[in-house]
């Protein structure tokens, strides 16, 4: 079967203190970052030996490529014949020679740069290193209006093929003119202004996509708990069928792009793991959207 799997591990350190991130300038321990490559190991090996067509998306809470082992499970997954893509979410603080043992036709990254951590001109070469290495890539912003002469700047001088993403800040509200603004750089940013009414709304996890943790533990995405069984003993997949969403909302893209009701599989053809648009130079405007107002929703990460 074609299955579609994000992958989040117990590694919770980051590199970089951004205020909007719970995450901030932790630091994980000596033994729980044991823990956490024993972990990504495992699934790799589960990964590796699979008899299904895999998409695999590495979304963990802190920064995983400054870890030597997310480099190279990226890496040596990204040759194997069964893997159609494995992608992850980034900051780009990393070194980027490690892509040259990678297979740039299935191994793409979902990188976001956060103004104030990192400098700008450092952040732009990575971006144009990893154009000329021919790696698939997306670069985002977070959409607080410190962020916006930065997001302009950044879309005036990527190249005209990466396509740049514009989050909704969590807890901000936006008026029409400010979002038009966000608008302008990122087509699509109204599918993120506001969150979507999904209550009992058709969606592919729990069918198709699935969220697997350190321990294996299988849930149908990142924000429902209920547990479908384990990826390592084949529990969960007597648990795989279609079934409505049980929250009232999904506010984050990693959540909403499998709803059924959206138009995001087609917008994004090809690309959805890496958040990259069948067209990514010029993405499909949002013609119309469902939306619930913000303060509504249930907490996301960005």
Known sequence: MDLTVLYRGPLASCDYDCPYCPFAKRRDSTAQLRADRAALERFARWAADSDDQLSLLFTPWGEGLVRSWYRRTLAELSHLPHIRRVAIQTNLSCRTDWLADADPETLALWCTYHPGQTPYDRFLAKCHDLTDRGVRFSVGVVGLPDHLEAARRLRAELPAHVYLWINAAEGHTYQDAEADDWTALDPLFPYS?????????????????????GEGTVRRCHFVRAELGNLYDDSYRAALRPRPCPLAVCDCHIGYVHLETLPLYDVFAGGVLERIPAQPGQPQSVQSVTITPRAAATSAEQ
């Open 193 to 213: 202004r506001h969150p979507h009414a999904s209550a009992g709304l058709p969606c592919r996890t729990g069918e198709s996509v699935i969220s697997v943790d």
